[in-house]
């Protein structure tokens, strides 16, 4: 099985508002929720590709959010140590659900 793929067992209900909080980020031209060491060239020129990706597609809503959902899925279980995934998991969520409650 490629590392790449997750099937939707996979999927994260949790995370299923990522691409609600991606485009009205876009739209608004705010902050982003916390200081950032990535400029933010750097950060909307991959934002914009991650999104110009799924517009290609015609992804719908929930496609959107399956894929970025499995994405963030693969970058926990491949880039955090297993003992720190939970607490970054929590931390990650808690950030989303701020930026959409604004």
Known sequence: M?????????YNPCIYLTILFIKDFSKRGAAMPQ???YQTADFEKI?????????????DRDLSL????NAITHI?????KLA????MA???AGVLV?????
Do not use: P, W
């Open 47 to 59: 934002m914009n590709q991650v999104l110009s990706t799924l517009e290609e597609h015609h992804a």
């Open 84 to 87: 720190d995934r939970a607490a």
């Open 35 to 37: 200081q950032s060491r």
């Open 2 to 10: 490629n590392d790449c793929y997750h099937s939707n067992n996979d």
């Open 76 to 80: 926990f279980n491949t880039q955090v």
């Open 66 to 69: 399956m894929v970025l959902g």
């Open 98 to 102: 701020k930026s959409i409650n604004k």
């Open 90 to 92: 929590e931390k990650f």
